[in-house]
Structure formats: structure tokens, C-alpha cells
């Protein structure tokens, strides 16, 4: 039986923090939340998109920087 108590009061613990979710700090932002309009979703994916490729090119221009002039300095200053 202490196997299944445990459990329960595992349970109820859950419950109470999904009852005062929507109260506090958290229940006001979510009130305030809403769904946004096609013109929003489409500058959020513009952006978010745009924010994607700049950090994809910017690690290829390291990764491309590093394999091709890290060995040309090398086997300068080797000679």
C-alpha cells in the first residue's frame, strides 16, 4: 500500500500546482496572451527565418575559415 499513497500524494501535488497556475504572475501574462493575426505570423516566421540563415552562414564562414586558412598559417609558419 505505501507504493500506492505515495503515489497519491504525488498526484495531489501536481493537481494544486495545476490549480494555482492561472493565478498568479503566470495567469496574468496568460490572459493577456492571444492568438496572433496572419500579417504577425508572417513577420514572426520572416524574421525568425532571416534569424536562421545569418547564424547557419555565420557558422559556415567559421567552419570554412578554419579548415582553409588555420592549415594555410600553419604551413606558413612551419616553413
Not at 1 to 18: F, H, R
Request: avoid cysteine; charge should be positive.
Amino acid at each position: 500500500m505505501e507504493i500506492i499513497e505515495k503515489t497519491l500524494n504525488a498526484q495531489d501535488k501536481v493537481e494544486e500546482k495545476a490549480k494555482r497556475f492561472g493565478r498568479g504572475k503566470y495567469g496574468r501574462v496568460l490572459k493577456m496572451a492571444r492568438k496572433p493575426k496572419g500579417d504577425e505570423y508572417t513577420k514572426i516566421l520572416q524574421v525568425t527565418g532571416a534569424g536562421i540563415i545569418i547564424i547557419g552562414g555565420l557558422g559556415f564562414l567559421i567552419y570554412w575559415l578554419w579548415n582553409n586558412l588555420y592549415s594555410s598559417v600553419i604551413a606558413f609558419v612551419e616553413t
